[in-house]
């Protein structure tokens, strides 16, 4: 019997030992499973992270972008308003001018232009109010007369060159020198 205790001691050492070392062994593997899910979810974390930061960054330039365009949007609006105006205080200014005395020698001016430009026998057509003034400088009326603000539309006698130097025409062909010099003005 004694030899039976010392086997079924020896069976429970044994036992023991390998308890010991499978507990050992799960012990290991339990740190090794939880060093690599730290590092998966540290690897996670990071990667979450920085796919978060560059969708920020990219939502932020968007959004930049957007307040850009929107701001010069006003800007231009703006600056459009602000042309709107300013063409209209020019319109009632040549509408002043027009009956400033002045504007008897302008129309003279004007005159002598066209008769340069397309040569001295030319018809005139401008303002009623202004007949008088063309017929003083001995040149003849065409028609009826013109609306416009002032100045003339004058053509040759064959009526194949026409020459517009009406304020309307003046002011569109200088329009784009303008309104640059005036967005110069307003971006100061």
């Known amino acids: 019997m004694a030899r039976l205790d010392i086997f079924i001691q020896e069976i429970e050492n044994r036992k023991e030992q390998e308890i010991h070392l499978l507990e050992s062994t ?3 593997k339990k740190a090794e499973i939880k060093h690599s899910k730290e590092i998966t979810v540290k690897e996670l974390q990071e990667q979450f992270a920085e796919d978060a930061k ?7 330039a968007r959004i930049v972008e957007a307040s850009k365009l929107n701001a010069k949007k006003i800007l231009f609006e703006a600056i459009n308003a602000n042309m709107d ?4 205080v020019i319109r009632q200014e040549m ?4 009956q400033n005395p002045e504007y ?4 003279k001016k004007m005159v002598n232009y066209a008769k340069n430009t397309l ?3 030319i018809i005139i057509h401008c303002r009623e109010k202004d007949n008088s003034i063309v017929k003083g400088m001995n040149i003849p009326i065409g028609g009826s007369s013109i609306n416009t603000l002032g100045g ?7 009526g194949t060159m026409e020459l517009d130097l009406t304020f309307e025409e003046l002011l ?14 307003m971006t100061k």
């Open 95 to 98: 509408i002043n001018y027009v």
């Open 85 to 88: 105006s300013t063409f209209e």
């Open 152 to 158: 003339i539309l004058a053509e040759n006698k064959e």
């Open 54 to 60: 560059a969708k920020s960054q990219r939502e932020f």
């Open 119 to 121: 040569g001295p026998d």
């Open 104 to 107: 008897k020698n302008l129309l």
């Open 172 to 185: 569109r062909s200088k329009e784009d020198d303008i309104k640059g010099f005036l967005i110069e003005r």
């Open 26 to 28: 799960l012990a290991e």
